[in-house]
């Protein structure tokens, strides 16, 4: 899974120093922290200079080596970082599932607003976490990855 990061000015931070930071007794943020701790090899972190995941990163190098058709975008701030990845996402192709109880910003009817934009702008998933089919995005994936003698129609921007 791959975890993108700001690098909060400080680029020599890394995913380990910001994790050990968060995972401190006193952040408020630990219980998240200790939720989103990667577990194993299939971890990979990418850090960003801007508001997008994709501006001057390797995320659309690593995207296409692990053959990821559908992205589960969470975090924050969902009217700036995740709508700016969504975004660029978008442009490239990629469906989007964008948990509404995964995505929060400063303003909670800023967020509302954008993750309403992002559904009708970009087709995303926006319904909660708990409907994530995470066995169906697998096998439309591997369905998706087989090659299709007629390429689909693209929709028209709205």
Known sequence: MPHVND????????????????????????????????DGDDDYFVL???HSGFFSTTLDILLDYLQAKTLVLTGLTGD?????????????????VIPADCVAST??????YTLRKMADLMDADV?????IDF???????????????????????R
């Open 7 to 38: 690098n909060f000015g400080k680029w020599q931070s890394d995913f380990k120093k910001i994790l050990e930071h968060c995972l401190e007794e006193d952040v408020r943020g630990r219980p998240v922290a200790e939720l989103l701790r990667p």
């Open 48 to 50: 960003k200079p801007k």
């Open 80 to 96: 700036i970082c995740v709508l700016f990845t969504a975004h660029d996402a978008y442009m490239r192709d990629f469906n989007l």
């Open 107 to 112: 303003d909670p009817s800023e967020n509302d």
């Open 135 to 157: 066995e169906r995005l697998k096998r439309d994936a591997r369905r998706e990855s087989e090659p299709n003698p007629e390429p689909e129609p693209q929709r028209a921007a």
């Open 127 to 131: 319904g909660p976490s708990t409907g």
